[in-house]
């Protein structure tokens, strides 16, 4: 089977421009492109000379965690902002981070905390249903630091990549702020219910 780059119906979004979204989509479909070929080069390789390809063969497989989450993690992002922006204060969602974090507001001050993790990755927030907790944590590159099997119920794109066109890496806080103001709460919340 092959994978094909989902598209996004986004609204207009606040402080992250349409050049920025762009640049964004062309990147993230290229990690569709790549698993794809990856997949391809593994058969073909094998096909050709298993035993004497048997270094590339592994070194591809050794990629494909990169380029598989690469695609994934972006369709997460990506489709936090689709859909007319709302929230429940009262959601389970809000009760949970209450739970955790003490209130919606220091769920908020976390996740920024944890944005603020010095390099290239991702923040993510996980629903834990065997300790029935969330979870926020950093993920190096697109796959490194995931926590095995947790639906993933945020997530939050801290590469370079996804502000530059609007924010120099110095102002990577006034990027995290325009995310937080256009994710659409509801989505995050129809994640969580789902998962827990
Ligand atoms: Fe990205």
């Known amino acids: 089977m092959t994978y094909t780059a989902r598209t996004f119906a986004l609204p207009e ?45 592994a070194e591809m497989r050794r990629r494909l965690g990169f380029e598989f989450d690469g695609m994934r993690m972006h369709e997460y992002y990506f489709e936090q902002f689709e859909g007319e922006k709302s929230g429940d204060p009262e959601s389970a969602l809000a009760k949970a981070a209450a739970e955790k974090y003490g209130s919606g507001e220091d769920f908020i001050a976390h996740i920024k905390e944890v944005a603020g993790t010095r390099g290239i990755g991702w923040t993510v927030v996980y629903y834990d249903p065997a300790g029935k907790t969330l979870h926020t944590a950093w993920v190096d590159d697109h796959q490194l630091g995931q926590l095995s099997g947790l639906p993933i119920i945020l997530a939050l794109d801290m590469w370079e990549h996804a502000y530059m066109v609007d924010y120099v890496p110095a102002d990577k806080k006034s990027y995290v702020e325009a995310f937080l103001e256009n994710v659409n709460w509801s989505v995050i919340e129809d994640r969580f219910a789902k998962a827990s």
């Open 13 to 57: 979004l606040t402080g992250l421009s349409t050049k920025q979204i762009e640049v964004h989509l062309a990147l993230y479909q290229g990690y569709v492109k790549h698993v794809n070929l990856i997949m391809e080069k593994i058969a073909a390789y094998k096909e050709a000379d298993a035993e004497g390809n048997a270094f590339a063969i």
